[in-house]
């Protein structure tokens, strides 16, 4: 029980460490068109993506997947990119397609599960306890990104309802910035040197 903690526990900090930063944009940009009355919706959307990377995860741990991590590296701010811009893109107080937004968080945690994964290994090392460390670490991810989501959606909800910012402002605010960002981030990993 005590390496459960510690795996979780690893796994937390590793989604708040701001080196990593390109994780906590995507939860940032994900969970920021929504309200703090849209928790349930939220909730839901970061466990979709949390299955996913759990699910590249797991793969990747057990090498039944192996990506080139240059090409890993490069995806995950793309799908930063691809969410802030869908963000800007919809102009809707509300998004009108949650199911679709479910999916993609499903298939983008795919993507970022494999970035989550040489970390894990290197902590791993010859452990024979991998099943329990892994769903430790999944779930330390896990409440991670629920702390990244609490504090975001308090954040809205200072800025739309106390300081009367226009929700539609905001969205484009952080989704802009978030967007800047991640495309900074993509040149910077191109895989390919032109």
């Known amino acids: 029980m005590q390496d459960f903690w510690l795996y979780f526990d690893l796994g937390w900090h590793h989604i708040l460490d701001w080196q990593g930063y390109d994780h906590i944009l995507f939860i940032m940009v994900l969970c920021g068109m929504y309200l703090l009355s849209d928790w349930k919706k939220v909730l839901i959307l970061v466990t979709a993506f949390t299955i996913g990377h759990s699910i590249t995860l797991a793969l990747s741990v057990f090498k039944v997947v192996t990506v080139n991590t240059a090409w890993i590296e490069f995806l995950i701010p793309v799908t930063i990119l691809i969410t802030a811009l869908t963000n800007i893109l919809n102009k809707r107080q509300k998004p009108k397609h949650v199911g679709y937004r479910y999916f993609i968080a ?7 599960g494999m970035g989550f994964s040489n970390y894990l290994k290197s902590l791993l090392g010859k452990s024979t306890n991998i099943v329990a460390e892994l769903l430790a670490f ?11 989501v609490i504090a975001v959606l308090i954040l809205s909800f200072i800025l739309i309802f106390i300081v009367k910012i226009k929700r539609w402002d905001w969205n484009f605010f952080l989704s802009s910035a978030i967007f800047g960002i ?7 990993r191109l895989p390919i040197h032109l």
Do not use: K, R, V
């Not at 999944?138 to 990244?148: A, D, R, V």
């Not at 991640?182 to 910077?188: Q, R, V």
């Open 106 to 112: 499903l298939f983008f945690g795919l993507i970022h």
């Open 138 to 148: 999944n779930l330390g991810l896990e409440f991670g990104q629920i702390i990244i």
């Open 182 to 188: 991640s495309l900074i981030m993509a040149l910077e």
